[in-house]
T-cell receptor, first 111, second 115 residues
């Protein structure tokens, strides 16, 4: 069975600073990996995904993530945080017909 | 297509009552998923369907929970004899078929409060 672990339930950065949200996965087969964002009282929205091919994937709102098989990681980054990035971020893995999520990381952006 | 639709958006019920939620997926998607999300936690997998077939059910799901997708289109999730611990956001998602999930599209969720 596949699973993900998100390191850090809460990350706080200053506006303009680098955002780094960590995700490690476990899967017995090559996985597909995802980052979703959830704003308060809203559903989950896909930020980006890795399926096959290029290991550095770019998503919406300036976010990107790199699949590192040797480290079983899929960390999410953004060079410069914006106030509107404050939300809950979830890493997810699919290694079959379903998708499993991590516990989430709440990103706070300070002015 | 307006995306994944869930009804109702909010439900308050007394402990011991039965509740039923509905999910209408994106029309061409043959996979449908149910998740439960509590405050500060990630979506917890409950069950999923490929067309009308229920392919997997979480071991965490008690026998008070049942889900159906009778014609491979909309799905219902029923909770019998609700308990306060059932209070959560129930999320539905759908995706196209294929060996792996390439993207799951989520509805807004149904927030259940058991009093």
């Amino acid at each position: 069975a596949q699973s993900v672990t998100q390191l850090g339930s809460h990350v706080s950065v200053s506006e303009g600073a680098l955002v780094l949200l960590r995700c490690n996965y476990s899967s017995s087969v090559p996985p597909y990996l995802f980052w979703y964002v959830q704003y308060p009282n809203q559903g989950l929205q896909l930020l980006l995904k890795y399926t096959t091919g290029a290991t550095l994937v770019k998503g919406i709102n300036g976010f990107e993530a790199e699949f590192k098989k040797s480290e079983t990681s899929f960390h999410l980054t953004k060079p410069s945080a914006h106030m509107s990035d404050a939300a809950e971020y979830f890493c997810a893995v699919s290694a079959g017909g379903d998708m499993r999520f991590g516990a989430g990381t709440r990103l706070t952006v300070k002015p | 297509d307006t995306g994944v639709s869930q009804n109702p958006r909010h439900k308050i019920t007394k402990r011991g009552q039965n509740v039923t939620f509905r999910c209408d997926p994106i029309s061409e998607h043959n996979r449908l998923y149910w998740y439960r999300q509590t405050l500060g936690q990630g979506p917890e997998f409950l069950t999923y369907f490929q067309n009308e077939a229920q392919l997997e059910k979480s071991r965490l799901l008690s026998d008070r929970f049942s889900a159906e997708r009778p014609k491979g289109s909309f799905s219902t999730l029923e909770i019998q004899r609700t308990e306060q611990g059932d209070s959560a956001m129930y999320l539905c998602a759908s995706s196209p078929g294929g060996m792996f999930v390439t993207e799951a599209f989520f509805g807004q969720g149904t927030r259940l409060t058991v009093v």
